[in-house]
DNA sequence: CAACCTCTTGGTAGCGCTGTCAATATCGGT
DNA sequence: ACCGATATTGACAGCGCTACCAAGAGGTTG
């Protein structure tokens, strides 16, 4: 016959409850929904946990009640600090609340996403949080089954799963594109790295402005699969130099090719904005102290993500926010590398 | 009476069970100790579970075990790329293993660092991991008592709770100042911000060195507890140049202090490194392209994190690392911006 | 005063898995 | 052929919590 289990000294709700005098249920209660109870139970068992410095066995509450209080996070990477940024409002937003975070690095693979989310789902998640419009159609699917609020970050399209916050990269470059046409500015390079779905659709924006304004010229384009970094910044910048000698402007899809370019620039002896004109993309801190300081389109990533983790937060509580698509905008910041004398 | 729960379509242990023709318990086997079992019933419980889709339930397997997979990771900072570093390390360690990550934020702070532990343990981590060696005194105690493997990353030095893995910040700063001695620097400035642990160990470094050459002055030294940024490198070194106007060289706790002063420079036209030498900490990537490049003492985090992942999980699995305390070194990274010619 | 409601509390069972033994099968040695 | 040692498998109960239902307390209404 089995031997009864050696139990360990935790404290555990039966404790709670017996000290408080209620029963085991009640307590519970006090944990989950502590406004069904009389003002005096609450007391006693509030005080009775502290007293005992009671911690919930989350693995028992996740058993019993089918449900975890762990929202998943799918982002495709954690080098690039506009990942750190949107995961830092997360985590902000979370402080405090019972939510914690499961987090998961999908490498800009859409098959490794859809992976990673079965076993999320398996694990039924409080809420989740995606990266991106571009699931597979196998992903949409699961997702679209699953009983839980569904956030997609990063972007905004047609069609959302559930959740939607973020902006339109497309609108985004095109606005760097006006930018750079209102300076006068004629033969724009375009410079990409990691040509992920959200870098395309700036690529497509950028496309679209040079077309509209009958400026579009293939060979003024230069992208590349490989990770972005300032050194590959001035790479490709020399790439885009060797094919097109006659460019008059840059426009990068971050900021860490466009401090590449303009290190570039310097060392060949180029100057920026008057023989070059440079813009980058993000808004990162140190584009407004850089020698010339750089224009960059300036993106709400911290709020982004803030906001998409107070949009699972309010949903689990009942308080479904008004909108399921939030448009987070952008903004075109000009600074010296891009203004022109003319 | 209560009535029979509505159990959800769910596929169980039980069921893999039983379509592999065998008892419960040798099918959880398979999943903890495949070696335990005959190769026949292995392989029939392996297709059984592939057959259903099995997915284990880890909140009933850490309620009935006592434990979990899960490694807590308590990390000062998201927004520092140092920890991504780190943390890309951690990830990648664990990717594909059973383990999975707990990350908390501590934000600097020992006090919310010893509240997470708490947090942490109570779930029973299948391990540890810290930043630093700077726990409080309670945080201490509650992890030597913990039966788990813990790792403290990003320092090492005297009596590790269990393991600990990193370098010396004290000898790194040290050397950084040595390599500027050797360039004929005199007047050594000291700029640092976010004075963390780590940070002041490389102050201590600092002021070593100097006495040591007999160098050391106090209005050398130029500090903030403000967060660090670019920004803040061009401040602080404007700070630095105001209360001591001859300096010929600047230390910087970080390469974007480093690379805030490079911009400084260049607003001030000061030429580096002929007027001014520069060397930073951490050699992120743009360190070795900027113009000039900038100098800057090597970590290795990416190595950190992935050691502390695989040294937890070594322990996990009876492999006991060789030794607990992994220096990883550093290296000093001569570039032009302390290429003085003498 | 009965009928009815709302508020609060409790009893019972079970979530899906694994620790602890016990039982059986297998094998080599004497 | 017998014994003990080793591999393999199974039975049972229980991990700590909550879903579900029921029931008592107190108030309101006609």
Redesign the interface.
């Given at each position: 016959m089995a031997r009864k289990r050696i139990t360990?000294g935790n404290i555990r709700l039966t404790e709670v409850a017996k000290l408080a005098g209620v029963s085991p249920i009640t307590a519970s209660r006090f944990f989950r929904n502590p406004e069904a109870l009389s003002i005096n139970k609450r007391a006693r068992v509030e005080s009775a946990a502290r007293e005992l410095g009671y911690?919930p066995?989350?693995?028992?509450r996740?058993?019993a009640s089918?449900r975890?209080e762990v929202i998943g996070v799918l982002i495709p990477s954690?080098?690039n600090?506009v990942f750190?940024?949107v995961?830092?409002g997360i985590?902000d937003a979370l402080?405090g609340s019972r939510y914690?975070?499961?987090?998961a690095?999908t490498r800009y693979s859409i098959l490794q996403e859809e992976r990673l989310l079965?076993?999320f789902l398996?694990?039924k998640p409080a809420g989740l949080i995606v990266t991106g419009i571009n699931q597979t159609a196998d992903s949409r699917v699961i997702m679209e089954a699953v009983d839980c609020p569904i956030v997609q970050i990063m972007e905004i399209g047609p069609a959302p799963i559930d959740m939607m916050i973020g902006f339109s990269h497309f609108d985004a470059s095109k606005a760097a594109i006006s930018h750079l046409l209102d300076q006068g500015c004629r033969r724009i390079g375009f410079l990409g790295a990691r040509m992920d779905p959200r870098v395309q659709r700036r690529l497509d924006g950028y496309r679209s402005a040079m077309t509209e304004a009958a400026l579009f010229d293939p060979r003024l384009i230069v992208t590349t699969a490989l990770p972005t970094?300032?050194?590959l910044?001035?790479t490709l910048f020399a790439d885009l130099l060797a094919q097109a000698p006659d460019i008059d402007a840059v426009f990068c899809v971050n900021d860490?090719l466009a401090?590449?370019t303009l290190?570039e620039c310097?060392?060949r002896h180029m100057v920026v904005p008057d023989q070059i004109a440079i813009v980058g993309f993000n808004d990162l801190?140190?584009t407004?102290?850089?020698?010339p300081t750089l224009s960059s389109v300036r993106t709400n990533r911290y709020e982004m993500g803030r906001n998409a983790a107070a949009m699972v937060i309010e949903t689990l509580e009942g308080r479904r926010p008004a909108g399921p698509v939030v448009d987070l905008g952008f903004s075109v910041m000009k600074r010296q590398s891009s203004a022109r004398r003319r």
């Amino acid at each position: 016959m089995a031997r009864k289990r050696i139990t360990p000294g935790n404290i555990r709700l039966t404790e709670v409850a017996k000290l408080a005098g209620v029963s085991p249920i009640t307590a519970s209660r006090f944990f989950r929904n502590p406004e069904a109870l009389s003002i005096n139970k609450r007391a006693r068992v509030e005080s009775a946990a502290r007293e005992l410095g009671y911690v919930p066995n989350l693995a028992a509450r996740a058993l019993a009640s089918q449900r975890t209080e762990v929202i998943g996070v799918l982002i495709p990477s954690l080098t690039n600090n506009v990942f750190a940024d949107v995961l830092r409002g997360i985590y902000d937003a979370l402080d405090g609340s019972r939510y914690s975070i499961q987090l998961a690095n999908t490498r800009y693979s859409i098959l490794q996403e859809e992976r990673l989310l079965r076993l999320f789902l398996a694990q039924k998640p409080a809420g989740l949080i995606v990266t991106g419009i571009n699931q597979t159609a196998d992903s949409r699917v699961i997702m679209e089954a699953v009983d839980c609020p569904i956030v997609q970050i990063m972007e905004i399209g047609p069609a959302p799963i559930d959740m939607m916050i973020g902006f339109s990269h497309f609108d985004a470059s095109k606005a760097a594109i006006s930018h750079l046409l209102d300076q006068g500015c004629r033969r724009i390079g375009f410079l990409g790295a990691r040509m992920d779905p959200r870098v395309q659709r700036r690529l497509d924006g950028y496309r679209s402005a040079m077309t509209e304004a009958a400026l579009f010229d293939p060979r003024l384009i230069v992208t590349t699969a490989l990770p972005t970094s300032v050194t590959l910044g001035g790479t490709l910048f020399a790439d885009l130099l060797a094919q097109a000698p006659d460019i008059d402007a840059v426009f990068c899809v971050n900021d860490d090719l466009a401090l590449g370019t303009l290190f570039e620039c310097k060392r060949r002896h180029m100057v920026v904005p008057d023989q070059i004109a440079i813009v980058g993309f993000n808004d990162l801190e140190f584009t407004s102290s850089s020698v010339p300081t750089l224009s960059s389109v300036r993106t709400n990533r911290y709020e982004m993500g803030r906001n998409a983790a107070a949009m699972v937060i309010e949903t689990l509580e009942g308080r479904r926010p008004a909108g399921p698509v939030v448009d987070l905008g952008f903004s075109v910041m000009k600074r010296q590398s891009s203004a022109r004398r003319r």
